[in-house]
């Protein structure tokens, strides 16, 4: 991870940019593991409740699941993207996005999102054979896991 700080004048605070490199890789695995952890406590605490609540069948109880854990990593994940585009000022200032393009560096706010969508999604790999998916679902479910990887590790790569 290379540092460098860019200050504009001198009444503003330093501000220390990112960029890729192959130490993100442990960083990543370690966000898996909490990952892991969180989609536990979720399945116990709300998603488990539910189902005892409703009764499903085993099948609505497996898509109630899956679809529980991507409604709340989609919702935080969202709220978390807003968060970063009005604080980068890139909604306000489109034009950055492709001014001065590639960009190399990059705020720890934004590094620190993309390493924990790939922890999550990397998270999804073990949790197939965790949560005893049916063999039938996994093609379909390893699918969009690697598409999301492809694209995430992309734009992290390339930004």
């Known amino acids: 991870m290379f540092k460098e700080i ?12 990112f960029h890729h490199g192959i130490k993100d890789l442990a960083t990543t695995f370690f966000y ?7 989609h536990a406590i979720i399945q116990e605490y709300v998603l ?8 499903f069948s085993k099948t ?5 699941n899956e679809s529980g854990q991507l409604s709340a990593f989609y919702l935080f994940s969202a709220g978390w993207g807003a968060s970063i ?4 000022n890139l909604l306000s200032n489109p034009v950055s996005l492709w001014e001065g393009y590639p960009h190399t560096l990059m705020p ?33 479910q390893l ?17």
């Open 6 to 17: 860019h200050v504009s004048s001198p009444e503003e605070t330093p501000v220390t940019h």
């Open 32 to 38: 898996m593991l909490v990952a892991m952890i969180m």
């Open 48 to 55: 488990d409740k539910i189902n005892r609540k409703k009764h």
């Open 60 to 64: 609505k109880h497996s898509k109630f």
């Open 85 to 88: 585009l009005t604080s980068e």
């Open 108 to 140: 720890f706010q934004m590094k620190f999102y993309f390493i924990c969508q790939l922890g999550y999604w990397l998270h999804a790999l073990p949790e197939l054979y965790f949560q005893k998916t049916k063999k039938e679902d996994i093609p379909r």
């Open 143 to 159: 699918v969009y896991i690697f598409l999301y990887l492809v694209h995430i590790a992309g734009a992290y790569i390339l930004k």
